[in-house]
Nanobody, 120 residues
Framework: QVQLVESGGGLVHTGGSLRLSCAASGSISSINNMGWYRQAPGKQRELVASITSGGSTNYADSVKGRFTISRDNAKNTVYQQMNSLKTEDTAVYYC??????????????WGQGTQVTVSS
């Protein structure tokens, strides 16, 4: 059993900041890529940012320069610092991780989602 638990969403005004966290727990041997996705009402889920186990990062063009993804491998946790938030950043944000389990299986795991609302 492996699970991802997110925290840190909420309501903020435009220009404000939020920090999302996602902790993985369970029968984990190691974690490969971790990432954050988001889904706004009526839209498809999209990749926001990802980070490899070695720390290489990738960002959607819409968040470059405003969001920063990081991870703490010792804590099996990924973070996303979101600055200069815009109303169009409003969405449910999901954590995702590719996890190697102690049983030798590879699992693509998702968190339950956390709401981020940016008001003008």
């Amino acid at each position: 059993q492996v699970q991802l638990v997110e925290s840190g969403g909420g309501l903020v005004h435009t220009g404000g900041s939020l920090r999302l966290s996602c902790a993985a727990s369970g029968s984990i041997s190691s974690i490969n890529n971790m990432g954050w996705y988001r889904q706004a009402p009526g839209k498809q889920r999209e990749l926001v940012a990802s980070i490899t186990s070695g720390g290489s990062t990738n960002y959607a063009d819409s968040v470059k320069g405003r969001f920063t993804i990081s991870r703490d491998n010792a804590k099996n946790t990924v973070y996303q610092q979101m600055n200069s938030l815009k109303t169009e950043d409003t969405a449910v944000y999901y954590c995702q991780a590719i996890i190697n389990t102690v049983w030798g299986t590879l699992r693509n795991c998702w968190g339950q989602g956390t709401q981020v609302t940016v008001s003008s």
